[in-house]
């Protein structure tokens, strides 16, 4: 806890996650680089290349599996462009938009996008799938799917697979190795600034994607792909690549670094066991999840927690509580009193 800013009361790591001291430092110490004219490119570039080492530590493959962004939406933009036309995606219902929306708006080529239960999306998969799309962890309701299952249905089809662990690395031990695409954003639970993305590819996915933003960025060597017409793109995933938001890069390093040396079955511990002490509290069944969430149709109990000093997030109708390195039980006992005297609140339901 003492690696971050004062997070009491804040539970919203589900909507974006707090700095650590490090990446105000490293932010600051950027902004006056800046101002005196002593930041450039290069040291960027190599900045980005050490967040691309971190986060493949992270997620378990090598770097030369990760490409690097700035937005999960346009990640799945470039896969879902590269599907056949005609091609069949199974993702669940109610599942993040930056997931769906990219392969809706593939319709006029036939895409289709069929919906499922979360908890029937290996079944779901069928011949003539091609592929299928899901979250990690359900930004709604915190619910965690086992890739499992997801990943055999798919091979067994012969159908890709990508996976969003935007709301699960830094917190939920997870492994890209098996999955096609991974997308993750990094301003939630790894604590980054908003603006650093990073993509898996598998050796399949390589094959089967065309990096359709591919800009110099790209390029095998990037300091000399600044102009065409030649174009040699890096036959790793760097090809997926897309210039970097430069100002983003020293922070989310910082925070990287810091959420690299947590140990996540560690972090997961402390967040599912605070949401079980909540649970208890309030007469619910334990979730077992880092996130945690309560009917609250009318928005009283957020509205309650808010006026409180309490941040919280409301999604589909429902109070949404998340809880991570910087929470302790002093957050678990603040909003239990809170919803305790909220009239009508009541957990399950």
Not at 4 to 18: I, N, P, W
Not at 70 to 86: C, H, N
Not at 136 to 161: F, I, K, R, W
Not at 168 to 180: E, F, M, R, T, Y
């Amino acid at each position: 806890m003492d690696s971050f800013v004062d997070g009491s009361g804040y539970l919203a790591a589900c909507t974006a996650g707090l700095p650590t001291l490090g990446t105000l430092a490293a932010q600051r110490a950027d902004l006056d680089a800046w101002a005196h004219a002593e930041t450039s490119p290069a040291t960027y570039g190599a900045l980005v290349e050490e967040g691309r080492a971190l986060f493949a530590g992270i997620v378990g493959v090598g770097p030369d599996r990760v490409a690097t962004g700035s937005q999960t939406s346009a990640m799945v933009a470039v896969v879902a462009a590269s599907l056949p036309d005609g091609a069949e995606v199974v993702v669940p219902e109610g599942d993040f938009s930056s997931i769906v929306f990219p392969f809706l708006v593939q319709a006029h080529r036939g895409v289709t996008v069929r919906s499922v239960p979360i908890d029937r999306l290996a079944d779901a998969v069928r011949p003539g799938t091609a592929m299928v799309a899901w979250s990690s962890v359900q930004s709604a309701t915190g619910a965690v799917t086992d890739p499992q299952p997801v990943v055999e249905a798919a091979q067994a089809v012969g159908a890709l697979t990508l996976c969003d662990l935007t709301q699960a690395a830094g917190v939920l031990p997870v492994s890209a190795a098996a999955v096609d695409v991974t997308v993750t954003h990094a301003y939630k639970w790894l604590c980054a600034p908003r603006g650093v993305a990073f993509a898996t590819v598998s050796d399949a996915a390589l094959e089967r994607i065309r990096p359709v933003q591919a800009g110099w960025y790209a390029g095998e060597d990037v300091w000399s792909s600044c102009y065409g017409p030649t174009m040699r793109l890096a036959t790793d995933a760097r090809r997926f690549d897309v210039s970097p938001a430069w100002q983003a890069w020293p922070g989310a390093v910082a925070a990287l670094r810091h959420l690299a040396s947590v140990d996540a079955a560690s972090a997961w511990r402390h967040a599912t066991g605070l949401t079980d002490r909540l649970a208890d509290a309030l007469g619910s069944p334990r979730s077992g999840q880092a996130i945690t969430t309560f009917p609250d149709g009318d928005g009283a109990a957020l509205a309650a927690l808010t006026a409180a000093g309490v941040t919280a997030s409301g999604r589909a109708g429902r109070l949404r509580l998340a809880f991570h390195l910087w929470n302790d039980e002093d957050d678990v006992t603040r909003v239990v009193e809170v919803l305790r005297g909220v009239d009508g609140f009541r957990p399950v339901g």
